[in-house]
């Protein structure tokens, strides 16, 4: 799923000739708190936000009773596929190309078989 509408992206890094994104900032906090000398940034084009959902709209775990009185485990998840994608922002004002991870693609399933995607495989034999 896609968050419509897209919105230029904010991100801070650490300098202008390290434009690492840091990604250690809690949501709702002041970052020169933790980084008193990073760098705001803001994608001069909106940049789309994907995110992955299952049909109930999150990773889906629970647990019942069979008829038989046996306890069954339900588990289904979707696993994001992760790529760089290069953008241009504008770091006080200082163009910069800055990549970041964004998710391409998902791959849905139950959380009890393998799910892969394109960039990774991963077991996510839980239980609930």
Do not use: W
Not at 10 to 29: M, Q, S
Not at 52 to 61: A, I, V
Not at 88 to 108: M, R
């Amino acid at each position: 799923k896609e968050k419509d509408p897209a919105e230029p992206l904010v991100v801070y890094i650490p300098d202008i000739k390290n434009p690492t994104i840091i990604d250690d900032i809690p949501k709702g906090e002041d970052p020169s708190k933790t980084h008193p000398t990073a760098i705001k940034c803001i994608s001069t084009q909106p940049v789309a936000i994907k995110f992955c959902l299952d049909t109930k709209g999150q990773c889906k775990k629970e647990q019942k009773r069979t008829a038989y009185g046996r306890l069954e485990t339900v588990c289904e998840c979707c696993v994001p596929s992760l790529e760089l994608a290069a953008h241009t922002f504008d770091c006080q004002g200082t163009e910069i190309e800055i990549s970041i991870k964004a998710i391409q693609s998902c791959t849905c399933g139950e959380c009890s078989k393998r799910i892969a995607g394109e960039n990774e495989i991963m077991d996510i034999d839980r239980r609930a």
